[in-house]
């Protein structure tokens, strides 16, 4: 978070009352609040979007709008934010499992994964995305297009993470 200096720069305001002003009202409205050194630190609101209900996506139906509660984004996408990151994806060998070429995956970081989970994986020295398979001692990487092969590893094949959730915009 931003000193009070950077936000009187920020913000454009000629004073740090006007600073403090402002941050008492983030404060009271739960966005921010102060760690046990006096600075200023996001809340947990800080990541919240309301959950507004549901809505169809068969048959139309009447659609009340009702708080039922709020949901923090950063600890659906990234539960154990230490080994976690995003990659753009680029190619089309996941489109049947609604992976697109321009979404992002939330991976996490591991070095196993169990068949039938979508691991980024290092192959013969190429790192890809596909479903993860074993039989016995054989394993190999199975992509969701019926384009495309699945790859049997020639010299080695590591697991590198898992694919947790897909982001797509519009």
Do not use: C
Not at 22 to 46: M, Y
Not at 77 to 94: A, C, F, H, N, Q
Not at 143 to 159: Q, R
Request: aromatic content about 8%; hydrophobic content about 40%; cysteine-free.
């Amino acid at each position: 978070m931003p000193t009070y200096s950077e936000m009187m720069k920020l913000l454009g305001f000629k004073s740090k009352n006007a600073v403090f002003r402002l941050v008492e009202k983030l404060i009271e409205a739960d966005i921010v609040g102060k760690d046990h050194l006096g600075r200023l630190v996001p809340t947990k609101s800080f990541d919240e979007v309301p959950l507004l209900g549901t809505v169809k996506a068969g048959i139309p139906d009447s659609a009340e709008e009702m708080l039922l509660e709020t949901v923090n984004l950063g600890d659906i996408l990234t539960p154990r934010k230490e080994s976690t990151y995003i990659l753009e994806v680029d190619g089309d060998s996941m489109i049947d499992a609604h992976i697109m070429d321009g979404d992002w995956v939330v991976v996490e970081k591991t070095n196993h994964a169990t068949p039938g989970q979508i691991v980024i994986a290092e192959v013969d020295g190429e790192f890809t995305m596909k479903y993860y398979r074993e039989s016995g001692n054989k394993v190999w990487l199975e992509p969701a297009n019926k384009k495309y092969k699945s790859i049997y590893p020639t010299e080695s094949l590591k697991v590198i993470a898992l694919v947790k959730s897909v982001i797509r915009q519009f």
